[in-house]
T-cell receptor
Framework: DTAVSQTPKYLVTQMGNDKSIKCEQN?????MYWYKQDSKKFLKIMFS???????INETVPNRFSPKSPDKAHLNLHINSLELGDSAVYFC??????????????FGPGTRLTVL | SQQGEEDPQALSIQEGENATMNCSYKTSINNLQWYRQNSGRGLVHLIL?????REKHSGRLRVTLDTSKKSSSLLITASRAADTASYFC????????????FGRGTSLIVHP
């Protein structure tokens, strides 16, 4: 039973296309996150939702739109994909937002390649 | 920015040796966590240390926190080939911030 799952694992697409990545957690957590890890392994938070409400939005272009239909799901839609969007995107969840008091559980990642 | 920075960027050792990696950050924190990332995988939590703690242990892992120097260290004793991975620190600024900041990680290679 995977705690945090993401689909797809790999995504190869052309510049200008629109794509979505899905994330689900079965841990009963209140908080979910999207991170972007670049080719130098720098991991940066993009968004966080707590109980379906957006609480973190870190200077991400508005081509990126997260959606949380319920506490267990957080999807990421990307419009008009650019070369610079190529990266590994990680979904994560934690019990709640409480500033680092709880473990974050990460999904396996989605490797996005924009051609 | 709050960004943590791990040092060294890369570390190569022999099985059985100890590995020490460091994390420095810029502003006061509430909590600091260490994570491991195996190649092609997601991050896995190792240890959480709070700002009022100085040292924590978990199996072969020892984490220290020096808030006066704004730094933390992760020591892996008696390393094994399976410890080969990247290690990241994550910090949360004090004052109620719930924005985690990760460094770029230390890439550890343990040769059998």
């Amino acid at each position: 039973d995977t705690a945090v799952s993401q689909t797809p694992k790999y995504l190869v697409t052309q510049m200008g296309n629109d794509k979505s990545i899905k994330c689900e957690q079965n841990l009963g957590h209140d908080t979910m996150y999207w991170y972007k890890q670049d080719s130098k392994k720098f991991l940066k938070i993009m968004f966080s939702y707590n109980n379906k409400e957006l609480i973190i939005n870190e200077t991400v272009p508005n081509r990126f739109s997260p959606k949380s239909p319920d506490k267990a799901h957080l999807n990421l839609h990307i419009n008009s994909l650019e070369l610079g969007d190529s990266a590994v995107y990680f979904c994560a969840s934690s019990q709640d937002v409480a500033g680092g008091r709880h473990t974050q559980y990460f999904g396996p990642g989605t490797r996005l390649t924009v051609l | 920015s709050q960004q943590g920075e791990e040092d060294p960027q890369a570390l190569s050792i022999q099985e059985g040796e100890n590995a020490t990696m460091n994390c420095s950050y810029k502003t006061s924190i509430n909590n600091l966590q260490w994570y491991r990332q195996n190649s092609g995988r997601g991050l896995v939590h190792l240890i959480l240390i709070r700002s009022n703690e100085r040292e924590k242990h978990s199996g072969r892992l020892r984490v220290t926190l020096d808030t006066s120097k704004k730094s933390s260290s992760l020591l892996i004793t008696a390393s094994r080939a399976a410890d080969t991975a990247s290690y990241f620190c994550a910090t949360w600024a004090s004052g109620g911030s719930y924005i985690p900041t990760f460094g770029r990680g230390t890439s550890l290679i343990v040769h059998p």
